[in-house]
């Protein structure tokens, strides 16, 4: 009898020793639960980074070669523009010349040469650069639009060597803008006269009357190689994102052919038009 509960019992247990190992067996812990990384999202709008100008010489007479060096002008289908000035009117381009700019991935890096043109000498003068490239991270799809200005690097036109023999002029002429004012998108007809070269263009902008070296958009022109030398640029957009307020001016200048100006192959700038005021709505 007692032999008999005693193999019952420990039968039982053995069952139950089953049982737990079975338990055991079966549960198979999975990976541990971590919460869900957070993600943070960080929209950053595209910032252009003003540039330093490297220029050799620093001086020198009309005629004189000047190497022009620049960065970070990054952009598809950008260019640069690099030009000399006087320090009294630091927007009119008395000569220029036209570089490409780097696509995205590169430094930006750029070189180009400009030649000092028959000014007279002195030590009044800048050498200026821009970057261009595509306005679309700025709202103008299939615009160019101003990135930055380089600083400015002074230079000295050699007054041994300077002439001081007046070029051909050409005259100055008026703009027809209209309307005179509008909202973004509005469509503005621009029309000028008297620019007349062989391979020469009209440069339209619209500025500030604040910073009206400064060109928030621009559209170009190609001038007549007789006269009158009319010309018109029909598309001129207003662009998007400006303050409305009146002021604001469009302007153009006319380049053409320097070799009357002693710069054979090159554009030279002949006159600023006389700015025309423009509010935006």
Known sequence: MFRSRMSAILAIAAVLAIGSAAVTSCYHPGP???????????????????????????????GTIVSVQGS???????????????????????VQVVTGAQPPGFPGD??????????????????????WGDGTGFGHPGVQVVYFNYNSSPFTVDPSAATTT??????QGQLAVAPSDGAAGTIVSVQGSNCVSDAGHIEV?????????????????????NPPGNWSVELFTIPGGLVPGSDYEIEAQCWGDGTPFGQPGQQVLYFTYTPQPFTVD
């Open 110 to 131: 750029w070189s180009t040469a400009l030649t000092v043109p028959q000014v007279v000498g002195g030590s009044d003068y800048l050498i200026e650069a821009q970057c």
């Open 32 to 62: 541990p639960t971590n919460p869900p990384p957070t993600t943070t999202t960080t929209s950053t709008s595209f910032v252009p980074t003003m540039g330093q100008l490297t220029i050799a010489p620093s001086d020198g007479a009309p």
């Open 205 to 225: 902008f619209l500025a500030t009357t604040e910073n009206p070296s400064f060109r928030l958009f621009e559209r170009d022109a190609i001038a007549a190689n």
């Open 72 to 94: 970070n002008c990054i952009s598809q289908a950008g260019h640069v523009e690099v030009f000399l000035a006087t320090t009294e009117a630091p927007t009119t381009r008395l």
């Open 166 to 171: 007046t070029p051909t002029t050409v005259p």
